[in-house]
């Protein structure tokens, strides 16, 4: 069994940074992918971002790309995603997701632990 706990949300400046955490406590075997998932007020969870156990791989949003970085600290059990030129349309609940033998990252159901969510409030 896994445990995410996400935390590093709040309100943020357009433009401005900020960075998510995700501690992972328990235990997940490999090939495991980890990912990040956004949903603005009113609207479906979306992927932000994904990678996979030895951080070989990984995927973007197009609204992510070249923007946010996913990266994952294994020694700390902590999953990141560092959020760059944020803008009002990345505002919403972020949820941190694991999970084994994903065939397809960008989606949501193909994970089977998730976080509680931390809130991003971008203002101009």
């Known amino acids: 069994q896994l445990q995410l706990v996400e935390s590093g949300g709040g309100s943020a400046q357009a433009g401005g940074p900020l960075r998510l955490s995700c501690r992972a406590s328990?235990?997940?075997?490999?090939?495991?992918?980890f990912a990040w998932f956004h949903q603005a007020p009113g609207k479906l969870r979306h992927i932000v971002a994904s990678?996979?156990?030895?951080?070989?791989?990984?995927t973007y949003s197009d609204s992510a790309k070249d923007r946010f970085t996913i990266a994952q600290d294994h020694a700390a059990n902590t999953l990141y995603l560092q959020m760059n030129a944020l803008n009002s349309d990345d505002t919403g609940m972020y949820y941190c997701?694991?999970?084994?033998?994903?065939?397809?990252?960008?989606?949501?159901?193909?994970?089977?632990?998730w976080g509680q969510g931390t809130q991003v409030t971008v203002s101009s």
């Open positions: 990678i996979n156990y030895d951080g070989r791989q990984s």
């Open positions: 997701a694991a999970g084994n033998y994903i065939s397809n990252s960008k989606v949501a159901s193909q994970y089977s632990y």
């Open positions: 328990g235990n997940i075997d490999p090939p495991y992918w």
